[in-house]
């Protein structure tokens, strides 16, 4: 059983468009992320969401829209892509609190290109 | 900004020889991670330590933490072949949950 899921995991597509990624985590964790790596690979984090609601947002700009229908799947639209969105995009998942460390489960990551 | 810092970038050894990797950041924590991520894949948890500890082991692992510094370091004992991956350092500034990592040390281990 897969612990954290991610679909596509390879997404190519032109500058404009728009596109989704999507992960599921089985793990009964409360808190999700999305991380970017890039080129270098640098990961930085983009958002998290605890029980659906949004908890971080580290500027990204607008044209990221995570959706969070449940506490199990988060979502990642990307609208108007651009060349400087191609990265790798990781969904990862936690169970914050006193009892917990905080360890990060990720995904197997989702390769964008934008060409 | 908050991300930890590996050092070095790149590190190339003989199988059976020990690897050390470190790790800076810029303010208080509370603990520290170290994941690994071989290539193509998502990052795997190795190993936590908290702001209050000084040394952790687990199997091959030896973690320190200098909270004074603002450093860690992780020793990989008696590497192997299979060792090869980028290893990341990850803080979390206390009582905000977020995880910052930096570009990672990537481990080249020759048999």
């Known amino acids: 059983d897969t612990a954290v899921s991610q679909t596509p995991k390879y997404l190519v597509t032109q500058m404009g468009n728009d596109k989704s990624i999507k992960c599921e985590q089985n793990?009964?964790?409360?808190?999700m992320y999305w991380y970017k790596q890039d080129s270098k690979k640098f990961l930085k984090i983009m958002f998290s969401?605890?029980?659906?609601?949004?908890?971080i947002n580290e500027t990204v700009p607008n044209r990221f829209s995570p959706k969070s229908p449940d506490k199990a799947h988060l979502n990642l639209h990307i609208n108007s892509l651009e060349l400087g969105d191609s990265a790798v995009y990781f969904c990862?998942?936690?169970?914050?609190?006193?009892?917990?460390?905080?360890?990060?489960?990720f995904g197997e990551g989702s390769r964008l290109t934008v060409l | 900004s908050q991300q930890g810092e590996e050092d070095p970038q790149a590190l190339s050894i003989q199988e059976g020889e020990n690897a050390t990797m470190n790790c800076s950041y810029k303010?208080?924590?509370?603990?520290l991670q170290w994941y690994r991520q071989n290539s193509g894949r998502g990052l795997v948890h190795l190993i936590l330590?908290?702001?209050?500890?000084r040394e952790k082991h687990s199997g091959r692992l030896r973690v320190t933490l200098d909270t004074s510094k603002k450093s860690s370091s992780m020793l990989i004992t008696a590497s192997r072949a299979a060792d090869t991956a980028s290893y990341f350092c990850?803080?979390?500034?206390?009582?905000?949950?977020?995880?910052?990592f930096g570009s990672g040390t990537k481990l080249n281990v020759k048999p």
């Open positions: 990862a998942s936690s169970q914050l609190g006193l009892a917990n460390t905080g360890e990060l489960f």
């Open positions: 793990l009964g964790h409360d808190t």
């Open positions: 969401y605890n029980n659906k609601e949004l908890i």
């Open positions: 303010t208080s924590i509370n603990n």
């Open positions: 330590i908290r702001s209050n500890e």
């Open positions: 990850a803080t979390d500034l206390y009582n905000f949950n977020k995880f910052y």
